[in-house]
């Protein structure tokens, strides 16, 4: 089997699976389970699926870093519950969910598979080193967009996209990227600070759309080449656009760093995926039967017994 390294971005996929199954579905205790029986079914999906030998759990250890807010004050404020001064600020989150999420993570330690997260990154920044470090082909499993600026074809990395669904995964290439939005994915990050998004809360450059910011970006390579054309009175930039562009000047000094994943994290080595032993089969079938996640535990230990060959 060639070895394959699947990185699923952890919370992306957890309220994927807490909005798409009821939350009828319950423990015995009635507690509310829909998020861990709905993530270990993606996990028993994504596995052979991707037909991976590696898997990741990324997880967000901070979700909006001082350094980030720092540079962008706007970025994911609409998302802050309370304000922390000594360490990240909570994020909104339903409580039938916010139990929930510490059984995900150990659902995940009976499987197997490690959880990864890094002080003052989000889960981005683990999978962008993990990504751009591997020796391997790579599968990112994410709702965000902003991942495709690390796809990769020449070294076989994909994101597949759940945007639809699990029942309609798309796996983006740069050639899909190119066919959706006119850019190459190296230029997403660009594309997407140019444009803005309301849901990270980038503002972008006032008037600069999806057309636009694709336009530029083919004619001038990155921001750094945009705004030089905005500097130059002879780039065959028009003076509306230039206005933008000099207008928007504050923003894209700062913006680039916010939107572009670090890829140069100090993380541990990628172990294989192991086939669990007696014991910790049971371990993790009684976590099963304890949590209304019996079937669902089975499915996902059965995925990663077969990727472990």
């Known amino acids: 089997m060639t070895d394959r390294l699947l990185l699923l971005d952890s919370a992306s996929l957890y309220f994927r699976a807490f909005y798409g199954v009821p939350d009828s579905v319950r423990a015995d205790d009635g507690t509310v389970v829909n998020a861990l029986r709905g993530f270990l079914d993606m996990v028993a999906k994504l596995i052979p699926l991707s037909e991976a030998t590696h898997v990741v759990a990324c997880w967000d250890d901070d979700w909006r870093p001082q350094w980030r807010v720092d540079l962008l004050p706007t970025y994911k404020t609409h998302r802050v519950v309370t304000a922390v001064a000594a360490g990240p600020d909570v994020e909104e989150v339903p409580d039938p969910l916010e139990t929930q999420v510490p059984l995900i993570r150990a659902a995940l330690g009976l499987l197997g598979i490690p959880v990864v997260g890094a002080a003052e990154h989000e889960a981005d920044d683990v999978i962008g080193t993990l ?101 130059a009175p002879d780039s065959g930039l028009s003076a509306g656009v230039r206005a933008k562009i000099i207008a928007g000047a504050d923003y894209l000094a700062v913006a680039p760093r916010v939107v572009a994943v670090v890829r140069d994290l100090d993380l541990p080595d990628v172990a294989r995926l192991h086939a669990p032993d007696a014991d910790s089969r049971a371990e993790a079938e009684a976590f099963g039967r304890r949590w209304g996640a019996a079937a669902a535990m089975g499915r996902a230990l059965s995925a990663v017994s077969a990727a472990a060959g």
């Not at 470090?133 to 759940?162: C, E, K, N, S, W």
């Not at 660009?190 to 759309?209: C, K």
Request: hydrophobic content about 45%; glycine content about 10%; overall charge negative.
């Open 131 to 231: 990504a751009t470090h591997a020796r391997m082909p790579v599968d990112i499993v994410t709702g965000d967009r902003d991942l495709f600026q690390l796809i990769d074809d020449a070294r076989d990395v994909r994101v597949v996209y759940t945007a639809r669904g699990m029942s309609n995964l798309e796996t983006v290439t740069d050639d899909v990227v190119v066919a959706k939005y006119g850019v190459r994915a190296a230029q997403y990050a660009d594309f997407a600070t140019l444009r803005g998004d309301a849901s990270d809360g980038l503002p972008g450059v006032s008037g600069i759309g999806d057309k636009t910011a694709a336009a530029l970006l083919a004619a001038h390579g990155d921001i750094a080449g945009i705004r030089a054309a905005a500097d």
